[in-house]
């Protein structure tokens, strides 16, 4: 491959060309290699994280060039895993961040992305024409066809992600109260002789094992950075927010022990302060009337949403 002339013809703008589709496709090959379902893809490309980090350092057309003499192969498995996984719900996450870094619109991604597929496309249909089949493969088309196998055989086995529903950006107390809720509703007692407790338990959505995911969603945003939702993750928080609203105006709150680690005034403290300040309870209660009311606002034909609601007004007639 090193005297290819190919190569030589390629013009000397190339990788100025290829740059952003380098990148995204990188991205999205290493989001796929991050499946648990990815063996089989990882052994038939001999792709994993450490070499899509190399390739996608490439920072120009020297470097290009090089890679392409030396592991041209290499090359066009990142091109044809991120262009098959780009095509997919598993891409969303990677599609999420580049949005918000590059801080453009949907029609703008919408634009880059099919740019990046249309251009990897051409690129892997010349690669194609001039690169040998791995070692005891008949040819490149065949290897790439059991590539393609395998990858309907992961995308069968993973669950179809949902579309997203909201996007938000939160700030600190906002999303300390969101992580609050669900945490809070994630440890009651399975096993409770109070009414309201098992009632919570029957719930469908708020069962420990559905929350974690959400929890660990939450764990990893920061104030201020783009939070964005699916229905199911935004009838979670709904609910969430509501029960946790119940229990801090309730008598549950002392029953699980929580009135020493939200403390309020008593009556006596409230009449002997002129002003007293706002108590935790009515800041948690505040805050959950006002997610509450902006869910409802804004998704008032959601029969999800209204499920919910139902659910929980049921809920309400326990305390």
Known sequence: MSDAAWLDALPTDFYDQLAHCLSLHGMAAAELLSQPESHRLATLTALDSRKVQELNGIQNHEQL??????????????LLLGRLTLET?????VLAYVQQQMRVEQQQLDYLKTYCLELSGAFLNTLEEHLPAPVGVASLSLHRLHIEEAFAKLLAAHPTAA?????????????????????L???L???ADHPFLQAVGKLPHL???????LIEHLGRVRAQEQLTLTMPELVQLYQGMQVCGMIFVSDVMSRLGLEDAFPTLSEAENAATEAAPVSNRQAVGEMVSGFTHWVQHTFPESEEIQQARQEILALADTL
Do not use: D, G, K
């Open 65 to 78: 060039l090089t890679s392409l003499r030396t592991e041209p192969l290499a090359l066009y498995h990142l």
């Open 89 to 93: 719900s598993l891409a969303a996450p």
């Open 163 to 183: 579309p997203p529903a909201a996007n938000l950006r939160l700030a600190e107390p906002q999303l300390q109260m969101l992580r609050l809720a669900l945490l």
């Open 185 to 187: 509703v994630h440890s």
């Open 189 to 191: 007692p399975a096993t």
């Open 207 to 213: 069962q420990p094992e559905a929350l974690e995911p």
